[in-house]
């Protein structure tokens, strides 16, 4: 994809990735507050998805911003238009090939259902470790480089994933008292 057509694609998702997350927040507003039965403010079903909520328009609001500083409002050089006879261009063996994108999304998909499955048949901290070192390992993963030589991506993987699991952990059982599987 051209960076002109990823910056459009940019500025569109993210238009619709704020409107999304305000209404993610609005919504959340308006769940019932706990605070009137003597609960902490922090025990309201909608923290977490206002949260959610806000990471998601901050996260978008930048993506915005990004793509109208690359140029997207700017009127592009070539708006020629191509007939359909000129995108036909014959398959060769190496884009018969799975695109790259592709691919990282077909990994991403599996192991994210891997997870989904190991959820509640092991210890919940331990399950959101091999997920996070599996993640940051499989796509830092330089298969150019003899694995021995990657050490240092896999002593960052499970750190980063010791501590993911543990604040992940420490955050929904004690501040949210959520009963993690």
């Known amino acids: 994809m051209t960076d002109n057509k990823m910056n459009k694609a940019d500025f569109y998702t993210s238009i619709v990735l704020i409107t999304l997350s305000i209404g993610i927040i609005v919504i959340s507003l308006r769940m019932p507050s706990m605070v009137s039965k003597n609960e902490s403010m922090w025990s309201n079903p909608g923290v977490v998805p206002i949260f959610i909520g806000f990471a998601l328009l901050m996260l978008s609001g930048s993506m915005f911003v990004r793509a109208i500083m690359h140029g997207v409002l700017r009127p592009s050089d070539n708006q020629h238009t191509e ?10 063996d190496t884009q018969k090939k799975l695109p790259v994108p592709m691919k990282r999304m077909l990994i991403t998909t599996a192991i994210c259902i891997g997870y989904a499955f190991l959820l509640g048949t092991l210890w919940f901290p331990l399950v959101t470790f ?28 499970a750190v980063i994933g010791i501590g993911t699991s543990a604040a992940v952990t420490i955050v929904f059982q004690y501040l949210f008292l959520v009963n993690l599987p």
């Open 83 to 92: 007939g359909p006879a000129s995108d036909i261009t014959p398959i060769s």
């Open 130 to 157: 091999l997920f996070v070192f599996v993640f940051i390992s499989v796509f830092e993963f330089d298969s150019a480089k003899k694995v021995l030589q990657q050490w240092k991506t896999f002593l960052w993987a």
